[in-house]
């Protein structure tokens, strides 16, 4: 199964192309992006990046990445080439739709063909709504929300116009569905519209045979939710708080979320579309 996966993942936060080659098999193509608002927000990728690269390149992946930020993207394409992978890099982010089209281009340049697409921005700037200025309630929608609808737009115009039954991929969360009293209007108000965006996209693409997913973790092991995974007493108490609402009685780690994102990226997910999947240790059944 894996060999036959189409190649062409985008993500806004990471952005992945691949394109398949003669015989059906990877020809290998990823394009990686993380918006360089700020450095929390770089840090949040972090561990999906990795992992998800990581990935993608050990299953034959050429990976086009491209990103604002230029050392975590210089990192992650060490990493990547370490396995033997061939690395392209674009030094921008979708703050535009000429970013996305742009992004897109050097995908089809170096290529050939997209036929997947994967957003995972995940930036927050919590602050309790009495207090909390618009403009960082705005900047969480932007990273969220407006990459994005900017990076489906780019890459649906093609897929429709060139007849290509592409795959999209997007990060959720299960603050999409579950408010927060640690002043997440910004954050779960942008999970929301990721979701609902992966319903009408799923909805409006499904004639073009165009699949749209999300996937929706509880927290999991990054350098931004590092503090909560120490012994100091905030993170500590942080830590208990959400414990206390997953079942399994742990913590997600990055590699829980790979399983899934390599389901939703394959043929094995053909008749799947506009879910947003919870990979959270039971957070939401209960």
Same mark, same amino acid.
């Given at each position: 199964?894996?060999?036959?996966?189409?190649?062409?993942?985008?993500?806004n936060?990471?952005i992945?192309?691949?394109?398949l080659?003669?015989?059906?098999?990877v020809?290998?193509?990823?394009?990686?992006e993380?918006?360089?608002l700020t450095?929390?927000?770089?840090?949040?990728?972090n561990?999906?990046q990795?992992?998800?690269s990581?990935m993608?390149?050990?299953?034959?992946?050429?990976?086009?990445?491209? @990103?604002?930020t230029?050392?975590?993207l210089?990192?992650?394409?060490?990493?990547v080439? @370490?396995l033997?992978a061939?690395?392209?890099?674009?030094y921008?982010?979708?703050?535009?739709?000429?970013d996305a089209?742009?992004?897109l281009?050097?995908?089809?340049?170096?290529?050939?063909?997209?036929?997947?697409?994967?957003v995972?921005?995940?930036?927050?700037k919590?602050?309790?709504?009495?207090?909390?200025k618009?403009e960082?309630?705005q900047a969480?929608?932007?990273?969220?929300?407006?990459?994005e609808w900017?990076m489906?737009k780019?890459?649906?115009?093609?897929w429709i116009?060139?007849?290509?039954?592409?795959?999209?991929?997007?990060?959720? @969360?299960?603050?999409?569905?579950?408010?927060?009293i640690?002043?997440y209007t910004?954050?779960?108000?942008s999970k929301?519209?990721t979701d609902?965006?992966?319903?009408?996209?799923?909805? =409006?693409?499904?004639?073009?045979g165009?699949t749209?997913?999300?996937?929706?973790?509880?927290?999991f092991?990054s350098?931004?939710t590092a503090?909560?995974?120490?012994n100091?007493e905030?993170?500590?108490?942080?830590?208990?708080?959400?414990?206390a609402r997953?079942?399994?009685?742990r913590?997600?780690?990055? =590699?829980?979320?790979?399983?899934?994102?390599?389901?939703?990226l394959s043929?094995?997910?053909?008749?799947?579309?506009?879910?947003?999947?919870?990979v959270?240790g039971?957070?939401?059944?209960?």
């Open positions: 199964m894996f060999e036959q996966m189409p190649n062409g993942y985008f993500l936060d990471l992945v192309f691949n394109s080659r003669e015989g059906g098999y020809s290998k193509g990823f394009i990686f993380a918006p360089d450095n929390a927000q770089a840090a949040e990728l561990g999906f990795d992992q998800i990581l993608l390149a050990s299953l034959g992946a050429y990976l086009t990445l491209a @990103s604002g230029k050392g975590e210089d990192a992650v394409a060490d990493e080439k @370490s033997g061939k690395v392209a890099l674009v921008r982010r979708p703050d535009a739709l000429e089209e742009a992004m281009k050097a995908g089809l340049d170096a290529f050939g063909r997209v036929d997947q697409l994967v995972a921005s995940g930036y927050n919590a602050g309790f709504i009495h207090e909390l618009y960082d309630w969480v929608m932007d990273a969220n929300v407006r990459g900017f489906a780019a890459v649906g115009t093609y116009s060139a007849k290509v039954k592409g795959k999209m991929l997007m990060m959720s @969360s299960v603050r999409g569905r579950h408010g927060n640690s002043g910004g954050y779960c108000a929301g519209a609902a965006l992966t319903r009408v996209l799923a909805t =409006e693409w499904a004639k073009h165009i749209v997913n999300s996937i929706a973790p509880t927290v092991r350098k931004l503090w909560m995974y120490g100091d905030l993170g500590q108490a942080t830590r208990a708080r959400s414990l997953i079942p399994l009685g913590l997600a780690e990055v =590699e829980d979320l790979m399983g899934m994102a390599l389901y939703l043929p094995a997910s053909d008749f799947t579309t506009g879910q947003v999947i919870y959270d039971g957070f939401t059944a209960g």
